[in-house]
């Protein structure tokens, strides 16, 4: 079945902490089988997480760590959260 695309509109820090996030949960760990026990939807992790890690030039700067941490606080400022969660990127 040739099926169209599902088009997911993000703001640019939106995919970057979302970028890292995917990262962490399918790369430099084995958190992804607890989250997601249904493989059937790692297909649609993996095309999204494939897809940010294609688009953003973040990945591959060296202050990648500062622009992350500056990204999450833009978002944390934006939805009115509390910034007393962990930091969590690649580098780390």
Known sequence: MDEEPVIIK???DQAFVLSDWLYEVMMRSDKL??????RAV????????GTLETTLPE???PDYN???????QR????????????????GS
Do not use: C, K
């Open 66 to 72: 500062g622009r992350l941490e500056q990204a999450r």
């Open 59 to 61: 990945v591959f700067m």
């Open 33 to 38: 089988d607890a989250i997601v026990p249904d």
């Open 75 to 90: 978002l944390i400022e934006t939805t009115g959260g509390a910034d007393d969660e962990p930091s969590r990127s690649q």
């Open 10 to 12: 993000l703001t640019h």
């Open 42 to 49: 790692w297909s649609g992790i993996h095309a999204i997480s």
